[in-house]
């Protein structure tokens, strides 16, 4: 097809890794105090009334700065991990058009990815980020479900302290538990980007009205409004994941391989919630969910967009 000279050129490969990184940094920057509230809310059930008697007890208990306990990890870690999304989504995306899952634009007949391809490359790109997503959403979880104040009374100390105390009792692959909960909850990245395109093809066509936006805008709200058909697809998901990542809390974590015991699996998970809590278990924490998901979404769609249009590399997509 015509442009596969620029569809091929290693600048392109690159810079989808290059804008995910801003991506990543901005859901941090934008979401991890909803974060906190929403793995509270998973993790501990019983302990909070609701979204924001977890906010206004986690402020009064243990200040502001509580919100953000964790944030290392994604800091560094959300960074890494859009990456590696969104620049492994960029070529799955580009290996496809060079494969024929095109089809033509409207009006101006130039080939583009199909919405099907688009769904595929996210769920693609969603099984690949877990490799890097597992073992940093491991320790985040095991950090934002600390609750005292001072951090002399925590058991985990930060991030590295966290990582050193689950090698020692389970190895390094310890790290990864929860490894099929991040794959099921990652595979939802599918409905992310597929809704997403679709929603950026609704506003391309109103060009021309008194409704039309710019594409930054039409990427702020595409993404804002593609992470809600995400998170209500990927909840379950996230609820097992959480709960395997977070044993055996309550408990304090054991300090040898015996006295961790089984680990629980991820249909073990699966039916203990549903035991425990019914349907409704396996959706809590979607109240801070949604709140967030919209800002974090439509700011980290907004930068990651942007960037690959400024840096030349948008080559999927056509007006």
């Not at 099921?184 to 929603?199: D, H, K, T, V, Y």
């Not at 709960?243 to 055996?248: I, K, T």
Request: net charge positive; proline share 6%.
């Amino acid at each position: 097809m015509a442009g596969d000279g620029v569809l091929d050129t290693n600048h392109i490969r690159i810079v989808g890794a290059v804008a995910g990184i801003g991506s990543g940094l901005t859901k941090v920057t934008v979401g991890h105090g909803f974060d906190t509230i929403k793995t509270r809310l998973q993790c501990s059930p019983g302990m909070y009334r609701g979204a924001f008697d977890a906010f206004f007890t986690i402020i009064r208990k243990e200040g502001p700065l509580a919100l953000y306990k964790g944030a290392t990890p994604p800091a560094v870690g959300w960074a890494a991990i859009d990456s590696l999304l969104l620049g492994s989504l960029h070529n799955y995306r580009l290996f496809l058009i060079r494969n024929g899952m095109t089809e033509p634009t409207p009006i101006s007949g130039i080939p583009r990815l199909t919405m099907v391809g688009h769904g595929l490359a996210g769920i693609a790109a969603g099984i690949t980020s877990t490799i890097l997503a597992t073992p940093i959403e491991h320790i985040k979880v095991k950090l934002q479900l600390q609750s005292q104040r001072s951090i002399s009374d925590r058991q985990f100390k930060g991030p590295i302290d966290c990582i050193r105390q689950i090698v020692r009792v389970q190895g390094p692959l310890g790290l990864w538990y929860g490894f099929t909960g991040s794959v099921a909850f990652r595979l939802n990245f599918g409905f992310m980007f597929l809704s997403f395109e679709g929603l950026m093809r609704v506003f391309s066509s109103l060009k021309g009205t008194s409704f039309e936006m710019s594409t930054g805008t039409a990427n702020f709200i595409s993404g804002g409004l593609g992470s809600f058909v995400f998170w209500f697809f990927a909840m379950p998901a996230d609820n097992i994941k959480n709960r395997m990542m977070s044993y055996p809390h309550p408990l304090q974590y054991p300090q040898s391989s015996a006295a961790l015991g089984h680990r629980p699996s991820f249909w073990a998970t699966a039916r203990s919630i549903n035991s425990q809590h019914g349907l409704p278990g396996f959706f809590r924490g979607l109240g801070p969910c949604f709140l967030r998901a919209f800002p974090v979404n439509a700011s980290a769609f907004f930068v990651y967009e942007g960037l690959l249009r400024v840096l030349g590399a948008e080559k999927t997509r056509h007006s």
